[in-house]
């Protein structure tokens, strides 16, 4: 039996207001530093941008924008997090990964 793809498979990522924030901040930095390199902004972003702001408390995401997403909030809290982004990211990337392990 085969696993399905990352493309297909979902995962419903429940956030607080706090982590949707910070993973909505990460994302734009994502989309407008793509744009400021005069590139396509990742698919994968936009698409999660979009699952993000759909107003639901709990976001469906692919597997692959659950994995991108916890790359990017780890480059983030490793990098540029301010300190109030510390907890909440910590938290988001958290429940991304849970989510992550949770299919494997």
Do not use: C, K
């Not at 085969?2 to 910070?22: D, I, Y």
């Amino acid at each position: 039996m085969s696993s399905p793809s990352s493309e297909t498979e979902t995962h419903e990522v429940a956030l607080s207001r706090e982590e949707q924030w910070t993973v909505h901040h990460v994302l734009a930095t994502r989309i407008d530093d793509a744009i400021d390199a005069n590139d396509a902004p990742p698919e994968w972003a936009l698409e999660a941008l979009e699952a993000l702001e759909s107003g639901d408390e709990s976001g469906t995401f692919t597997g692959r924008q659950a994995t991108e997403l916890a790359a990017a909030l780890s480059d983030y809290l490793d990098d540029d997090a301010t300190e109030q982004d510390a907890a909440s990211g910590a938290d988001a990337l958290d429940r991304f990964e849970s989510a992550l392990e949770s299919r494997a």
